[in-house]
């Protein structure tokens, strides 16, 4: 069973910085594609923003370009997101996520991930 185990969240004036991590999957970890999707208050679907595959091809939506990083140590079997420039509109549920390939960000198919961290909050504030 893959588990994966968000933390870093947390509450942030607009311009500042947070960094997210998530614990992957203990097994063959470094076969997944890793990521982060987000749920903004009163939003049904979960939004992929940022997406590292196995052999460090990098995808972000234009909504974070530019601002958040992502990277991966898969020595420590875990995935970042380096967040910067934090904006109102990036309050959110932040979930890791982990999949095969990288489809589900590329398609923006939410349904498609094969798991799921727990969530960690960020709330942005003016």
């Known amino acids: 069973q893959v588990q994966l185990a968000e933390s870093g969240g947390g509450s942030v004036q607009a311009g500042g910085s947070l960094r997210l991590a998530c614990a992957g999957p203990?097994?063959?970890?470094?076969?997944?594609?890793m990521g982060w999707f987000r749920q903004a208050p009163g939003k049904e679907e979960r939004e992929g923003i940022a997406a590292i595959d196995t052999e460090g091809y990098i995808s972000y939506a234009d909504s974070v370009k530019g601002r958040f990083t992502i990277s991966r140590d898969n020595a420590k079997l875990t995935v970042y997101l380096e967040m910067n420039s934090l904006k109102l509109e990036d309050t959110a549920v932040y979930y890791c996520a982990a999949d095969p390939g990288c489809g589900p960000w590329l398609k923006e198919d939410a349904l498609s991930v094969d798991y799921w961290g727990q969530g960690t909050q960020v709330t942005v504030s003016s």
């Open positions: 203990g097994y063959n970890y470094s076969a997944y594609c």
